[in-house]
């Protein structure tokens, strides 16, 4: 599979692009277990265009983590236009388009999934973006605003002549949000489309590489994207088999990552979805008490001799 000039083998995976989730250090941890591609956390055009430090900041990258993409969002224009002039700058190696995510304070606001209600201003940004930079532009959508719009089939083909380079489609719609399944059926017939010549990337529901693996064949998918099944697991993308000790270290170094990158608390803080999303406590009995001094540590030291004293409770 290609996008551009950037080549990813076959049957790649692919590391979402996640708010609070997939910042630096959590995206070193996933490409150094496999992740073929990864992405910044989605970032405001509006408040890029502003320059507000804390979303510039997210456009950090890392040599280490190429190929790397980064995502941007919004709903004005000119400020998408000159926020993709802005990211070309930083030097990923794609931009990602977010016209997917469902939530409120996005998607309410006329940007992400809510452009799924107005495809003329949905195309019309992607091809002055395309026409804007120097770099592949990418699109990452949903099956249409709800079941009884699913526009994807068409979408696809309209974004395709937009120039964009990649499309990733989530397999549910806005109205959905990240309830029931996803339905891949869409996402595979944009992929046999004859008129289709990009690559398809499918998104939704994706746990595992065996799960990632059936879904290229029964689809036909290019790629496969993974996003809340990596909350506090970096090593799905990795075809080795850690140990609970292997994996506990994992954590333990994300943990120290993201203090040294931001500072204790927040560190802490930003740390805790992956603990409390990962699977690697559930084996162990009676851990309630345990679960909660861990979410409730409020310094480093603390919260590593909690997480050190799990491994004396699976010895």
Same mark, same amino acid.
């Not at 000159?82 to 939530?103: K, S, T």
């Not at 004859?194 to 064949?217: C, E, K, M, W, Y």
């Not at 954590?251 to 990962?278: C, F, K, M, S, Y």
């Not at 540590?297 to 050190?308: C, G, K, R, V």
């Given at each position: ?59 950090? =990258? ?10 941007i969002y919004g709903r ?12 070309? /700058? ?28 107005? =495809? ?18 990418t699109v990452k959508t ?6 009884? /719009?699913?526009?994807?089939? /068409? ?20 109205? /959905? ?13 944009v992929k046999q489309n ?122």
């Amino acid at each position: 599979m290609v996008i551009g000039n950037i080549a990813l083998g076959t049957h790649p995976v692919f590391l979402a692009p996640m708010e609070d989730v997939t910042d630096i250090g959590f995206r070193l941890l996933c490409k150094r277990f496999g992740a073929a591609m990864v992405y910044t956390e989605f970032v405001s055009a509006e408040a890029l265009v502003r320059d507000v430090k804390t979303t510039i900041s997210k456009l950090t =990258i890392s040599d280490e983590e190429r190929p790397v993409g980064i995502q941007i969002y919004g709903r004005d224009t000119e400020a998408m236009v000159e926020a993709a002039r802005i990211v070309e /700058q930083a030097g990923p190696d794609l931009i990602d388009i977010n016209f997917g995510c469902p939530v409120k304070k996005v998607a309410g606001k006329g940007a992400g999934a809510g452009m799924l209600q107005n =495809i003329p201003k949905m195309l019309d940004i992607t091809r002055q973006i395309v026409e804007a930079v120097h770099i592949p532009v990418t699109v990452k959508t949903r099956l249409g605003w709800n079941s009884e /719009q699913l526009v994807i089939t /068409q979408l696809a083909e309209q974004l395709q002549d937009c120039g964009i380079q990649a499309l990733t489609i989530h397999g549910r719609t806005r109205a /959905q949000m990240y309830t029931g399944k996803a339905d891949w059926t869409l996402i595979g017939q944009v992929k046999q489309n004859p008129r289709i010549h990009i690559p398809i990337i499918g998104n939704g529901d994706i746990t595992s590489l065996v799960d990632a693996d059936a879904h290229f064949q029964q689809y036909g998918v290019d790629a496969v994207m993974i996003g809340r099944a990596t909350f506090g697991c970096p090593w799905i993308f990795s075809r080795e088999q850690l140990t609970f000790n292997q994996k506990l270290d994992v954590l333990e170094e994300l943990l120290r990552i993201n203090v040294e990158r931001i500072d204790e608390q927040r560190g802490i803080i930003h740390t805790r979805r992956h603990l409390a999303a990962t699977p690697i406590f559930k084996a162990i009995p009676n851990f309630r008490a345990t679960r909660i001094a861990m979410l409730r540590a409020t310094h480093m030291d603390e919260l590593l001799q909690i997480l050190e004293s799990t491994r004396a409770l699976l010895g």
